[in-house]
């Protein structure tokens, strides 16, 4: 069809030809023979010829450039006025959506009305379809069991002691069973188990102490890993007992200066925080002095635990003098009656000599303001630098007068049984262990407690 339109449209540069002459019906009709576009390049072009072409007249109407190409007007149609003509909108039917205010449909509202009491219009909905048989290759999914309700019991200290202990014991403790598995206890065996238990930083002492007991008892003899297990439990109560100790706070004194050191990352801060959870909680006034003025971040965690404890805060902008800081809120503790005052500390390595004399500048500092403080110096100990908690202690008890400690992330590490040896080396009170994040995870220590989860010793 487009091709028939193409040919009466356009010439396509072809000399129209002559009438053919009259033919005798008789005579059969020649056939045209198309000129190609070989034979049309060879062809002369002439513009007197071209001149006397005819001009084939255009087949589209001037009714159709009007209207674009498209179909013309009906007939009887109203003229264009050259203004818009706006559609009319067919109205759409009512939508009841239950939206986020909570709009109940009316055709819910009335449903509801005529069902009997007590029954859900949605019944139907809600109700599971009957269905005989599935197709081969489906099943149905089991039935949803009931949530089992939420376990609302808190575990005990010891439970949660012990949890936080288990990598300690349980490296031990296996260690232990696998020696003494049918073995008669002999000098090698006691050896071996001596270099085990000085392997979990228990220290020499404690090592030798433990042994001694076993070979008294048990040489010669079969051992199992529990015999093991309770001869080290009541060693390491032994070692722990003289130490195990509450904080004495003299109230006579107000406020009752105590003053936290430690290295970088020992937990200073948050331990703050939880002792002044316990003491805000008992009643006591407590008021918190921001002296880690290296460190931004640890001004803003203490105001974040003055606020959570209901305790006063001093702090100043960073890179305060810290004997300077611990001057005002000493003063500022005694104008408002407080009954204990917390100093933090920047966190310092041991082996800093210029941080160390800051420490003992803030010590002479509040020496001035009263003779006897700092009453308490805690130091926080990060359970997990193992052997090197022991140079820590001796430093700062030279040169801070720490008269008691604190041992901070139990529960992360396998190396917790370097408490022992602290506390047979040192014999300072421990009064604290923490075994995570949470206030209550920092708990008073106990002895025997420690020392029957440090050896897998059941509740």
Do not use: C
Request: net charge negative; proline share 7%.
């Amino acid at each position: 069809m487009a091709f028939d339109f193409l040919k009466r449209v356009f010439t396509f540069d072809q000399v129209p030809p002559e009438a053919p002459a009259a033919r005798s019906p008789d005579e059969p009709p020649e056939t045209a023979t198309p000129v190609t576009a070989d034979a049309k390049a060879l062809q002369p072009t002439d513009p007197a010829i071209d001149d006397a072409l005819p001009v084939a007249e255009d087949p589209v109407l001037a009714e159709e450039f009007a209207t674009g190409g498209g179909p013309s007007d009906d007939d009887g149609a109203p003229e264009d006025d050259g203004q818009p003509v706006e559609e009319a909108l067919l109205p759409l039917p009512p939508v009841e959506d239950i939206g986020d205010l909570g709009v109940v449909p009316l055709s819910l509202l009335e449903a509801e009305a005529e069902l009997p009491p007590g029954e859900s219009p949605t019944a139907d909905i809600d109700r599971p379809r009957d269905i005989a048989v599935l197709p081969a290759g489906f099943a149905t999914g089991p039935a949803p069991e009931p949530e089992a309700a939420l376990e609302t019991e808190r575990l005990t200290w010891f439970q949660r002691l012990r949890a936080g202990l288990s990598r300690t014991s349980s490296q031990l403790t296996g260690q232990i069973t696998a020696l003494f598995t049918k073995r008669k206890l002999d000098d090698a065996t006691l050896e071996e188990l001596e270099d085990l238990l000085i392997q979990a930083d228990l220290g020499v002492e404690t090592a030798l102490r433990i042994t001694d007991t076993l070979a008294s008892e048990r040489y010669g003899r079969d051992v199992s890993g529990a015999d093991v297990s309770r001869i080290m439990a009541n060693e390491i109560t032994k070692v722990l007992t003289p130490v195990a100790k509450p904080l004495q706070l003299d109230l006579n004194h107000r406020p009752h200066v105590i003053l936290v050191v430690g290295v970088n990352g020992t937990g200073k801060t948050t331990t703050i925080g939880k002792l002044a959870a316990k003491l805000s909680g008992a009643g006591l006034k407590v008021m918190l002095a921001a002296g880690d003025t290296f460190r931004a971040a640890a001004i803003e965690q203490l105001k974040i635990w003055a606020e959570r404890t209901n305790s006063h805060i001093v702090s100043s902008k960073l890179g305060a003098d810290a004997a300077g800081l611990a001057y005002e809120a000493f003063e500022e503790a005694r104008r408002q009656k407080s009954d204990v005052l917390i100093i933090d500390t920047a966190g310092r390595l041991q082996n800093r000599t210029e941080l160390m004399a800051e420490l003992e500048k803030i010590v002479r500092v509040l020496g001035k303001l009263d003779p006897d403080a700092p009453h308490t110096v805690l130091q926080t100990l990060d359970a997990t630098t193992g052997q090197n908690a022991l140079n820590q202690v001796e430093i700062f008890r030279n040169v801070a007068g720490v008269n008691g400690l604190i041992m901070t992330k139990l529960d992360g590490t396998a190396r917790g049984g370097i408490l022992v040896a602290i506390s047979a080396k040192h014999k300072l009170p421990v009064y604290f262990i923490g075994v995570g994040e949470g206030i209550d995870d920092l708990e008073p220590f106990e002895a025997q407690d420690f020392a029957e989860a440090i050896a897998g010793i059941a509740e």
